[in-house]
């Protein structure tokens, strides 16, 4: 799954799972680092959505009046 | 034939007799019944007494009041008692008792007690009166109604009175010209045939009694003492149950009589009579001419307050139509006024609420936006939390695993003081592994004791246990 | 109730009756008139009576002799 | 109700109920050229009614002044 | 409803129930000038009404002055 | 639906529903912007037929000054 | 198996497996120390890869943050 095309809630979706998973211990410490960085990365695509989300949405709004 | 004595004789003894009997005059109450003046100026009298219960006569004397002494009393007594000294008075007198041979007994008198006289009178008044009262007729004719004109009068009186005449030129030449009719019905009104005549004229009258609408008794001139037949009791019982009413003008300069205490309308003098008379139809022509007045004040009033009421409608009604004119003239314009405020307000609202719109979209996005980067937060603290508690909880486990390694390193057992035994590079475990002369090395804490073997004793008890 | 022979009080009865309906009874403007002339009758009536000699009266007082 | 049996005080009673209706019961303004009308007419018979009135009872009036 | 048969206070009516639609924001936009059409007609027919009852009022009224 | 076809009321009441969505239904943040885009195209239909709206009746208000 | 290779997750199990053995077998002295030795060595490469797991984690979270 391309980082582009994975929606906000999926990514969430993953975040949660992998947290899940780190929380109960089950990935191999050689794979923690791994994880680390993927959630890191979902994280960032969706602070990334919700940055362009805003912005699109003050803009539609600025169109408004 | 000497026990006889002449007539002479006899009146003259009876005259000695009665002179020394009444030496002095007496006092004496009796009635007159009879009373001649003389040509001469002497009074004779004849006196009687009568029985109250029957009227009987049980006394009678003769008597005589001389000229000289007449002269006196007689003005005496009739100041006093306004009263003529007449027949029928009962009267007080102080009289010498004196007998004549050929006369026979005489009562001169020398003295009149007016006093006496007028209380008897006034007793005999009150009689009558009461009498009155109590045949419950005394206000019989008060009661009538006098008409309200008095037109047709029936009269009693003498017809050669002065008063007649005065009373009947009064009433024809009235100041108005009323036309008041009167009919003349004669008695005799003095004297003792007064009490009869007057019944009688009262009894023809009331023949006509529908037609007349009052009596006049009327009597001018005539001594006052002729009044004392108006106290009587049969007049007065006449008048007062006479069904018309009856007006008196007799005069009475005393107390008035008892026709007058009876009639209708006592007056005192017939002029007073006609006076009354016209006074009343004056009254009745003035209030005929007061309705006339009022009557046509009156329609002439609702005449006029019709008109002005009419005028007044008539002067409304422009001003109330116009007023609902204009009235009704505003309401297209407030109502258009009224539309084009509330479209103001619909189009303001309706923009308002676009805006509100933009509002809540702008608070709302904002809202999830914050919330999904206070959740992205979370995460994020989350992931290092976990992180860094899975690399602990690791290190954790590593070192309880270091110890337990530890705690089975065999270096720990030398450091609580016990040694290990070698032979040739072996763990010596069995007593047999050795030899007198052979050279063991003992490694304890912190270094190797090389030592030669000098004896070996085996423990049996040990053996027994392995 | 023929001229001639109303009484008086009749007379001044009915003037008083009549009186009384017009100040209170709120006449009607039509019977006012009417009611006008039978005042007026009435009173002429009382005034004849009082100051004519009526020929019936004095022929009665000429027989009463 | 023909015009000439309407008693004065019965004309007068309606001008009055009129005006009363059309001062104070909101009258519709198409009846209102009907209303005057009428009222125009009653006042015009009360008129004539109290004119006649006056000129008969003056006559009368003046037999007894 | 015919325009010349409905009566003023029908009209005046009408009018305030239009009114009241439009203060209670009922109507839709769509139909809200449809509606402010009709007020606009109904208040010409009363202005018409008025006109003419004032002017038949005046002659009447003239008459009886 | 067109937007040309959509009623004044219809359109406030997709706005509606819309706001309500955001408010209450956790939309996906990739959709957010949709959203927003969409009420502010039912905004500008709605503020045109406002518009248009506004200028017919000043038209009429003006007929009937 | 090269030192290298072996997984955290078989090094910590293999540690288990020895220290097992020691508790329950009463290994020779010489056993003892041999397996001591071993462990000793898993400990090292366990603690190296634990050490170097969490300097990579915390450069990412460095960099989420």
């Known amino acids: 799954m391309s980082k582009k095309k994975i929606s906000y809630n999926e990514a969430i979706h993953e975040i949660e799972n992998i947290l899940n998973q780190i929380e109960n211990e089950e990935p191999d410490i050689d794979e923690l680092s791994e994880n680390v960085k993927k959630v890191s990365g979902l994280i960032k695509i969706c602070k990334e959505k919700l940055f362009k989300a805003e912005e699109e949405v003050e803009k539609i709004l600025k169109e408004i009046e | ?466």
């Open chain 2, 1 to 466: 034939m000497n026990d006889h004595i002449s007539l002479y004789e006899l009146n003259h003894s009876i005259k000695n007799e009665l002179q020394s009997a009444f030496p002095n005059a007496v006092w004496i109450v009796a009635e007159i019944s009879e009373l001649r003046t003389h040509r001469s100026g002497h009074c004779y009298l004849e006196l009687i007494e009568k029985d109250p219960k029957n009227d009987q006569i049980i006394a009678k004397a003769k008597a005589t009041i001389w000229a000289f002494t007449y002269r006196m009393l007689k003005p005496y007594f009739e100041t006093s008692t306004k009263q003529s000294l007449t027949v029928g008075l009962k009267i007080l007198v102080r009289a010498k008792v004196e007998y004549n041979e050929l006369y026979g007994l005489n009562l001169n008198v020398k003295d009149i007690d007016p006093t006496f006289t007028l209380g008897d009178l006034a007793q005999r008044r009150l009689q009558i009166i009461k009498q009155l009262e109590d045949d419950g007729i005394i206000d019989m004719n008060k009661d009538l109604e006098l008409p309200l004109v008095p037109q047709k009068l029936a009269i009693i009186s003498s017809p050669s009175a002065a008063g007649y005449e005065d009373f009947i030129n009064q009433i024809n030449n009235n100041t108005n010209g009323y036309k008041i009719y009167t009919k003349l019905f004669p008695a005799i009104m003095q004297g003792d045939e007064t009490e009869a005549s007057v019944i009688n004229a009262l009894d023809r009258i009331y023949e006509y009694e529908d037609f007349f609408d009052a009596v006049i008794i009327i009597r001018g001139g005539g001594s006052t003492a002729d009044l004392m037949y108006f106290d009587s009791y049969d007049i007065a019982v006449n008048i007062a149950q006479f069904p018309l009413p009856v007006i008196t003008g007799i005069g009475h300069e005393r107390d008035e009589s008892i026709a007058d205490m009876v009639a209708h309308t006592p007056v005192k003098t017939p002029t007073a009579a006609a006076e009354l008379i016209i006074d009343i139809i004056d009254g009745f022509y003035e209030y005929l001419e007061d309705l006339r007045g009022q009557i046509i004040n009156t329609s002439r009033n609702i005449i006029k307050e019709d008109k002005h009421q009419l005028e007044l409608v008539t002067h409304k009604i422009p001003s109330v139509v116009k007023e609902i004119i204009s009235t009704h003239r505003r309401k297209p314009q407030e109502l258009a006024q009224k539309l084009k405020y509330s479209l103001k307000t619909y189009f303001d609202d309706q923009q308002h609420y676009f805006s509100s719109v933009k509002e809540s979209l702008q608070y709302f996005t904002q809202k999830q936006i914050k919330s999904k980067q206070r959740d992205l937060v979370f995460v994020n603290s989350k992931v290092a939390l976990a992180a860094k508690s899975f690399i602990k909880s690791k290190k954790h486990q590593i070192e309880i695993l270091e110890q337990s390694n530890n705690f089975a390193d065999p270096i720990n057992i030398l450091n609580k003081g016990y040694s290990i035994t070698l032979f040739n590079n072996k763990t010596v475990k069995e007593i047999h592994q050795i030899k007198q002369g052979d050279f063991i090395t003992t490694r304890i804490q912190n270094g190797e004791i090389i030592s030669k073997v000098e004896q070996i004793k085996a423990l049996k008890h040990v053996q027994k246990e392995n």
